[in-house]
């Protein structure tokens, strides 16, 4: 099967960092994204990676081990619009990507 | 930049009525083009996609079709709806070439009653 696991629900205080993990287990893998979603809008596209290591975009880092079938989002200097669903995907070749359950983020002042 | 249109923004339907839901691409040529379905609090599942005119590729068996009549248009529609087609559809665009980033329109809000 096709699956990307990551956790549901994540609490994080404002100016904090927060890492969102995800595993994932597809027939053919050629790269992990992320996607932001706030309530009642469409996901907007945050990074990709096609190799092993670290991308770095402004507060947003994105984590991939191809070994390990992991990855992850971090945010740093976290905000208060940062709150937000945010989805693993894995691009599966053949104009296909496989999105993840989504991970809710809640960011306290 | 693309630009992805889609209506109608929300919709409330009868069980049994048919539907139609319409999406366009300003922007770009030859994309990819997607549906997904999202149900409230979840993720995204793919629907059918299409990599050119006439061409539609289907991953999920049910009373939906989809069909694109331009190279910029893509439909959604269904003869009769079901409760569990109540949902978020969303269109999606990505390049014709290259990794899957993929670009979303705004999104239908469809309520079966």
């Known amino acids: 099967g096709q699956s990307l696991e990551q956790p549901s629900e994540v609490t994080a205080v404002e100016g904090a960092i927060v890492q969102i993990n995800c595993t994932y287990q597809t027939s053919g893998f050629y790269g992990l994204s992320w996607y932001q979603q706030h309530d009642g809008g469409a996901p907007t596209f945050l990074s990709y990676n096609a190799l092993d290591g670290l991308e770095e975009t402004g507060r947003f880092s994105s984590f991939l081990s191809r070994s390990d079938s992991y990855g992850y989002l971090l945010l740093q200097e976290l905000q208060m619009k940062d709150s937000a669903s945010y989805f693993c995907?894995?691009?599966?070749?053949?104009?296909?990507?496989?999105f993840g359950a989504g991970t809710r983020l809640f960011v306290k002042a | 930049s693309q630009t992805i249109h889609q209506w109608p923004a929300t919709l409330v339907q009868p069980v049994g009525s048919p539907l139609s839901l319409e999406c366009t691409v300003e922007?770009?040529?030859?994309?990819?083009l997607y549906w997904y379905r999202q149900a409230a609090g979840r993720g995204l599942q793919l629907l059918f996609y299409s990599v050119g005119i006439g061409q539609i590729s289907s991953e999920v068996p049910q009373n939906l079709s989809a069909s694109r009549p331009q190279d910029r248009q893509f439909i959604l529609s269904s003869k009769k709806l079901l409760l569990s087609d109540s949902g978020f559809y969303l269109c999606a665009q990505s390049r014709s070439s290259g990794y899957n980033e993929q670009f979303f329109g705004p999104g239908t809000r469809l309520t079966v009653l």
């Open positions: 995907a894995s691009y599966t070749g053949g104009f296909k990507t496989i």
């Open positions: 922007g770009t040529s030859n994309p990819n």
